[in-house]
Each structure stands twice: as structure tokens, then as C-alpha cells.
């Protein structure tokens, strides 16, 4: 069993570069973290820089002002943020390292019993066109292209997230331990070419 620890913290009534700018460093290590933002409108990817900006194709800048929900992530950890009121929402880093000095309020942390590694394999496949250096193209008919942040996709090619489920025990405050084990936390890993 890999037993780890998912550490987690949380900041209210935030913007969403706020807490990309206060979870930057945390999301930090091999290759740039991806975002995916939701709109009413679209699901775009992006990037973000080591300057603490969200860069999409070409290093176009999305407006974030129109996002409901976002998620950051990379190997060393995922950023949560999911619009409130006003252009401000609640944000919630996960991570397996410490991310006690990142955003200013403790989420009670989950020790687990095992992880499990998946990937999710997105709609469209690789149309050999890239929009922007690092960047390749994905169609399929029902959606029809999206832009990802995966270098050298093939024609035909299929790109997936990848992910992490966390399992612990089930049992709830003031019951029983039955030994019931399920998915308690995921989070996205990084993207790659399947």
C-alpha cells in the first residue's frame, strides 16, 4: 500500500490570480503547471508562467474575469477555485508536500491507505497542427478544437489527464471504523500524449 498524506489549505473571498499569484511557487517543479478554466462559454487550457501569470497559445492572456471555475495543477500539487460572488471565490491547494506558508487558512489534512494512479483521455485527437511552441491541436466533431498545452501530438494522437485518487477509511466522525475503504480526494497530475 502507498500510504501518503494529501495536505491541504484554503483562502475565502479571493480572485483568481489571487490565488494563483498566493499558490504559484507550490504548483512549481518539472514543466509549467496547466490550468483548465471553465466559462459559461468555453473550457480553455492555459499555462502559467513563472511569473505568476495564466498564458494560453501564442502567450495569449485568458480573461479570467469570465472564469466560474479553475483548476492548477502539476505533479507537485493542485489549486482549486470556484467562483462565489463578485469575481471572488473559495480556493483550496492540494498537495503530498508541505503547504503550510501557502494561502492563509488549514484544511484538515487526509492521511490515506493507498493512491491510485488513472488518466482521464480527452475528446478529439491530435491534428498534427500546433497553434503555438510547446502546443497541439485536438478536434473531434462533437467539440470541435481545443488547444492543449502537450508539445508534438500527432495526427490521430489521444491526450489524456492524468490523475490520483486518494483512499482512506469511510468511516465518518462518531462511527465505527468497518474497515470500508473509498475515494476520498483526486487530483489532477499533469497531461501527457496515450
Known amino acids: 500500500m502507498n500510504q ?9 473571498a479571493v480572485t483568481l490570480q489571487e490565488a494563483v499569484t498566493q499558490a504559484a511557487a507550490a504548483l ?11 466559462t459559461p462559454r468555453q473550457c480553455r487550457l492555459a499555462v502559467l508562467t513563472p511569473e505568476g501569470e495564466l498564458r494560453g497559445p501564442a502567450g495569449l492572456m485568458p480573461d479570467l474575469s469570465e472564469a466560474f471555475e479553475a483548476r492548477v495543477f502539476s505533479g507537485q500539487g493542485e489549486l482549486r477555485w470556484l467562483h462565489q460572488a463578485d469575481g471572488r471565490g473559495r ?6 508536500q508541505d503547504i503550510s506558508r501557502y494561502l492563509a487558512e488549514p484544511v484538515p489534512d487526509l492521511t490515506t491507505v493507498a493512491i491510485k494512479d488513472h488518466e482521464y483521455l480527452l475528446w ?4 498534427g497542427a500546433s497553434p503555438a ?5 485536438l478536434s473531434a466533431a462533437r467539440i470541435g478544437t481545443l488547444d ?3 508539445p508534438d501530438v500527432k495526427d490521430g494522437e489521444s491526450v489524456c489527464l492524468r490523475a490520483r485518487e ?3 477509511l469511510a468511516a465518518t466522525e462518531g462511527e465505527e471504523d468497518h474497515g470500508n475503504v473509498a475515494v476520498l480526494e483526486e487530483r489532477l497530475l499533469g497531461m501527457g500524449v496515450r
Do not use: H, M, Q
Open 91 to 96: 480556493a483550496v491547494l492540494l498537495s503530498e
Open 133 to 137: 511552441a510547446g502546443w497541439s491541436r
Open 166 to 168: 486518494y483512499l482512506a
Open 4 to 12: 501518503v498524506v494529501l495536505f491541504a489549505r484554503a483562502a475565502e
Open 28 to 38: 512549481r517543479g518539472d514543466g509549467a503547471p496547466v490550468a483548465i478554466l471553465y
Open 148 to 150: 492543449v498545452p502537450v
Open 124 to 127: 478529439g485527437k491530435g491534428t
